[in-house]
């Protein structure tokens, strides 16, 4: 009876999962499908095999827009970004976990406040800031938030995780005399991988579809990233869909390539969760 209620409960885990994985696959699929499909040419049902093998409308949206320049610059702003948020954000995560409890507590509640303030509200002060800087209408103007760790929730998710870590692994380094970088920089550091896995595509994500930062702090169109490169293609009209889900793929592969290469290094043996699991 005990084997048929966990084969019972195994089938239901599958077809749920599957259920969810075929959400967020067919939006996919179907974006890849229009993306093959005649320039021009109207939609009127939805397609689920392509009635064209037309690959060459992912070379014609460069023709259209100059999506290599803009290709270029969200490379860079990635490239620069995602290491300069993992390092912050690991530091702040740290001597977040290795303050006294109060304070620890304090800190933690601010964090969290400043995770719950939109980033609307910020817009104006990001820009005077830039501005002050003589940083507007430059790549670093996509780059700067990394500074201070691009999200609360980033630091959150370091924070967590190095307090999972036990605290005589810590005293360990100490009496070794160990300084607070040598902690994070080798202990602490290398404990933490799937944070800092999920830290780095987090970021990639935030970067990479980043819109709002170049149309408020970039004018000229030299310095546009691959977003607003997209919505260029999106005022080509409704009756181009295929070159639309062209570009929608094209800026949407990186992001699942990504993801599927580095989904090998997150954290799945329970046996290791429980090892660092705090009492």
């Known amino acids: 009876m005990n084997k048929l209620l966990v084969r019972i409960k195994s089938a239901l885990h599958m077809i749920v999962a599957f259920t969810v994985a075929l959400i967020f696959i067919l939006p996919l699929y179907w974006a890849f499908i229009l ?17 064209a093998f037309n690959f060459g409308n992912f070379s014609r949206i460069f023709t259209i827009v100059p999506m290599q320049r803009y290709l270029i610059n969200s490379l860079l702003v990635v490239s620069a970004a995602v290491p300069i948020t993992l390092f912050f954000a690991s530091l702040a995560g740290f001597g977040l976990s290795q303050l006294p409890a109060f304070l620890r507590s304090q800190m933690v509640q601010l964090t969290l406040v400043l995770l719950l303030i939109p980033s609307a509200a910020v817009w104006l002060f990001r820009y005077q800031i830039l501005n002050w800087l003589g940083l507007l209408d430059s790549l670093w103007a996509l780059i700067i938030p990394s500074f201070a760790a691009s999200n609360p929730l980033f630091v959150l998710l370091f924070y967590w995780a190095f307090r999972r ?27 933490v991988h799937p944070t800092s896995v ?8 935030m ?33 181009n869909y295929a070159l639309i889900m062209a570009a929608a793929v094209f800026m949407t592969g990186p992001v699942l390539i990504m993801f599927f290469i580095l989904q090998r290094f997150f954290l799945t043996d329970l046996s290791l969760a429980n090892l660092f699991e705090k009492n």
């Open 35 to 51: 993306s093959l499909g005649e320039p021009g040419a109207p939609i009127d049902t939805i397609q689920w095999w392509p009635t």
């Open 198 to 205: 999920g830290v780095i595509v987090l970021t990639f994500i």
């Open 165 to 191: 870590i036990p605290n005589d692994m810590y005293e360990a380094a100490r009496l070794d005399a160990a300084n607070a970088w040598t902690i994070w920089s080798q202990l602490a550091m290398p404990l």
């Open 207 to 239: 970067y990479w579809s980043d819109f709002v930062g170049p149309v408020l702090y970039i004018f000229n169109p030299q310095f546009y990233t691959l977003p607003v490169g997209m919505q260029l293609v999106n005022q080509l009209g409704n009756e």
